[in-house]
């Protein structure tokens, strides 16, 4: 980055920002005109170099237990940095409160101690940056203070911080402004605490089970690993047309086959389809495979470490995620999908799970518009069968619930079961009404995948949306030979907000897209 000398920018001739309101023009104007007042002091006001010796937390931490007594007898001196949150000035003398990224500490500051240096401190506003040092004590009201013997202006903030300092409560301003978010709204941060830990105990939990995380490309010169709607991209030394990676999934098989038989991903995919509070369009995801495993074996692996990221991440196995309270702790429901279908529709029997025309007169009862009931129509069994399972179970699984037998149909990845070929051996995970996970066998049968990915491309002919192309590299690769293997992609960020009782997606997405405002 290249060095700036700090001065108002060509063609700004007063330095005024032009998306200011007349008010908070002029407290830009008046904090330009403090920050001139820094360097006449001899203090840059976008300086570098400074590096503080200690943490707020970790002082409030080791002087816990002292009394103003204790801290009088025996006063260590304490140099801290960051921005000023609060401030209660009494003419020649002040309290401010200091955040830093452990938390935040008060510090006194007079001019009997200062000398000509409080006048600069008198320069200073909410938002500014400063360093402070002095000893340790406790104010009148028992606080734990510094005293500041030293005193430092940083950086100097020309935008007031909003309105409510521990409130700024607007949604929209919230996402597009996620640096006023965090500084604002402290709990924000530790909601994105709580994503990274969970996204460092899942690196851990897998590389101590001998998991190689690796990565693979993001841009596809075809659309595969899920049946999704992609994001074009155009390569222009080549001239050829790309897609934003949908999923990791033929890349990480293809590892397999060559021999890393447990790998992992933990890496942003993009999905060009609607927005909602559970749909970003860019996203993470973790994916993993493993040799020699089964769909069985990933639930078994998929319980545990869920249950152990809930007690590290919030502390409990049991979560509060609006309403409800829902318990992590292992021995998870498990359902197969036709079960779950007979149990939430009244009427329908063994016999109504195969018969293609009750199942759709069924699903028909759901939609709204000749469009869905045209789509319907062209549905084939297991694509009803589906349909009906998100119609009518996927909103009231809220513990954490393993759904099983998957119509091949809507499967065109996982291992057909042998006894029978009908269903997949599949799982997804449901917890809060919403899909966390998707796993299953993997189908290693290149002469089936090539049936597969024709079915996919049978089903883009008539219309549909969301399919894949045919990969005929993975089939090479297939056959190669893959070993017996399973694998399974998890929504870090569904986890996240469960972890975090969070609405939103967004509020678990530090940047989420945004429609551009209007100029």
């Known amino acids: 980055m290249a060095e700036t000398d700090n001065k108002t920018p060509p063609g700004d001739k007063s330095g005024e920002a032009a998306d200011l309101g007349s008010k908070e023009q002029e407290i830009y104007q008046q904090r330009l005109d403090k920050a001139a007042k820094w360097r006449e002091a001899g203090f840059n ?43 209660r000035s009494f003419g020649k003398a002040a309290f401010i409160k200091l955040r830093d990224r452990t938390g935040e500490i008060q510090a006194h500051v007079k001019k009997d101690a200062l000398g000509d240096l409080y006048e600069v401190f008198k320069q200073c506003d909410l938002g500014d940056f400063v360093a402070v040092e002095g000893p340790i004590f406790r104010s009148k009201t028992g606080e734990l203070s510094l005293s500041a013997t030293k005193f430092v202006p940083l950086t100097k903030s020309l935008r007031p911080m909003p309105e409510k300092w521990h409130g700024l409560t607007d949604v929209e301003v919230r ?29 851990n939990f897998l590389d101590g089970r001998d998991f190689v995380e690796v990565e693979t ?12 709607r992609p994001f074009v991209t155009h390569h222009n030394t080549y001239d050829i047309d790309l897609y934003m990676r949908i999923a990791p999934e033929l890349y990480l098989k293809r590892l397999v086959v060559g021999g890393m038989e447990r790998v992992y991903e933990i890496n942003r995919n993009f999905r060009n389809e609607g927005i909602s509070t559970r749909h970003n369009p860019e996203f993470t995801m973790l994916e993993f ?19 152990e990221a809930s007690r590290h991440v919030t502390g409990d196995s049991k979560v509060k995620y609006g309403e409800h309270t829902i318990d992590f ?17 009244p009427g329908l029997s063994d016999k109504d799970m195969v018969d293609v025309d009750r199942l759709r007169h069924e699903l028909l009862k759901t939609v709204h518009s000749e469009v869905e009931r045209r789509a319907v129509d062209a549905m084939n069994h297991g694509e009803l069968v589906g349909a009906l399972f998100e119609a009518h179970v996927e909103h009231t699984l809220i513990h954490p619930t393993f759904i099983t037998q998957y119509p091949t149909a809507v499967s065109p990845l996982a291992r057909r079961n042998d006894q029978n070929p009908e269903v997949t051996d ?10 966390i996970a998707n796993a299953f066998s993997e189908l290693n049968d290149p002469l089936d995948q090539k049936g597969r990915f024709q079915a996919q491309l049978d089903a883009k002919q008539r219309g549909q949306q969301e ?53």
């Not at 490309?217 to 999704?228: K, Q, S, Y």
């Open 175 to 203: 996402y597009r402004q996620r640096y006023l978010d965090l500084v604002s709204n402290p709990d924000v941060k530790q909601v994105f605490l709580k994503r990274s830990k969970l996204v460092k105990f899942i690196r």
């Open 329 to 345: 702790g292992k021995g998870w429901k498990r359902i197969p999908m036709p079960e779950a279908i007979r149990e939430a529709v």
């Open 45 to 87: 006001p976008y300086g570098n170099g400074y590096a503080p010796r200690h943490r707020a937390a970790d002082i409030l931490a080791t002087h816990a237990n002292h009394s103003m007594e204790d801290l009088e007898k025996d006063a260590p001196v304490y140099d801290v940095a960051g921005r000023i949150v609060a401030m």
């Open 467 to 519: 399919t894949m192309d045919y990969d005929e590299d993975y089939i090479r690769a297939l056959e190669h030979g893959m070993p017996p293997t399973a694998g399974e992609g998890i929504g870090i960020d569904r986890v996240a907000m469960l972890f975090t009782d969070a609405a939103s997606i967004r509020d678990v997405i530090l940047f989420p897209l945004l429609k551009p405002l209007a100029k």
């Open 426 to 435: 599949r799982f997804e995970l449901f917890v809060a009404g919403r899909e």
């Open 217 to 228: 490309p993001m841009m596809h010169p075809l659309v595969t690993g899920a049946a999704a």
């Open 289 to 307: 495979y493993q040799a020699y495993a089964t769909y069985v074996d990933l639930m078994d692996l998929t319980e545990e470490m869920l249950s």
